[in-house]
């Protein structure tokens, strides 16, 4: 018996969401006198040593599965085969971009159920229960599994990463290809270097309309600098092009789960909160008293912008040179 962790991998290097999910599946696996393996499916798959520290958050063993390319499809049957062949009762997945992808695939090879937007541990004690996020994060649902085997996509930024272990015994599946399997060529990759990634950032600095245009995003780059965050925006400024859309969050963008989210000049529409309202403080800065955001957010500030970043960005460059 076992609990399946799928430890995603990019350019060889495993990212903050798969500890958590790791740290999760162990304590699961604990609960139900089972091994925890995390499996890393990819086509470029991290060196042994990498592989090996999983062991260190939870993982009593690693299983590598070489993909001929990087599809969410082939991630998931290959998961879904090292499930079958460890008799997994539940498989743990992050409900990223690509766990997205990936646990429906899961689910369907192995008939079980999904329980996605998990956001605490699940109670074994009489059955099989899981509390999920409904209603873009505005409830929660207790949700009793009752399959043989669970899908569980966790939601990142919820569960502490505890390191303490030790490495982790490493072995390599033959995945089989279905016969359905094409081929994909991989043309070019365009990606953003020397960012913190918004799904991994724990402190967001995100600006919206009331910055007024691009030419004065410095100001929110340089706050976030000073305070080693992830800078964001809604989704007009993305629509607009002001700025990338991989940085507008809500709704029909990336949801994130930080542990402070400083909301410049956004005024609060549900669409946004919907994406960011599970951020654990939340500032938010309007000159309007009566914008939205100020009755979600922790701590609010009723001043124009312009008057009131650069006065944070002193107090920034202040407290950092007092360290």
């Known amino acids: ?27 699961l696996a604990s609960q139900m006198g089972a091994q925890a393996i995390a499996v890393c499916a990819s086509d470029v798959l991290p060196d042994e040593a990498e592989l090996a520290s999983l062991g260190q958050y939870g993982a009593d063993k690693v299983v590598s599965v070489k993909l001929d390319a990087p599809r969410p499809a082939a991630m998931g049957d290959a998961l879904a085969q090292v499930a079958t062949a460890e008799n997994a009762q539940v498989v743990i997945i992050s409900n990223n971009y690509t766990g997205k992808s990936v646990s429906p695939v899961v689910a369907v090879k192995l008939k079980a159920s999904v329980a996605s937007g998990v956001v605490s541990m699940a109670d074994t004690s009489n059955g099989f229960r899981v509390r999920k996020s409904v209603f873009s994060g505005k409830a929660f649902a207790d949700v009793d599994m009752t399959s043989a085997v669970k899908v569980l996509a966790i939601t990142p930024n919820s569960f502490s990463i505890e390191a303490g272990g030790s490495a982790a015994a490493v072995s390599s599946f033959a995945y089989a290809a279905g016969g359905n399997a094409y081929k994909v060529e991989r043309v070019a990759i365009d990606q953003v270097k020397g960012k913190i990634p918004l799904t991994e950032a724990e402190l967001v600095v995100s600006g919206g309309r009331g910055m007024k245009g691009p030419e004065n995003w410095g100001m929110i780059e340089e706050l976030a600098g000073l305070l080693g965050a992830a800078t964001a925006c809604s989704k007009p400024v993305s629509d607009m092009d002001w700025r990338p859309h991989e940085e507008h969050v809500g709704q029909t963008g990336i949801t994130i789960k930080p542990n402070l989210y400083i909301a410049v000049g956004i005024s609060g529409a549900i669409q946004h909160l919907a994406g960011v309202s599970s951020s654990k403080v939340i500032v938010a800065i309007n000159k309007d008293p009566e914008a939205p955001f100020f009755k979600v957010a922790d701590y609010g500030i009723v001043g124009d912008a312009f008057e009131v970043l650069p006065k944070l960005i002193e107090a920034a460059k202040s407290l950092k040179a007092a360290q």
């Open 1 to 27: 018996m076992s609990v399946i962790i799928f430890a995603e991998s990019s350019e060889g290097k495993f990212k903050k969401a798969v500890y958590e999910a790791v740290g999760y599946g162990k304590k």
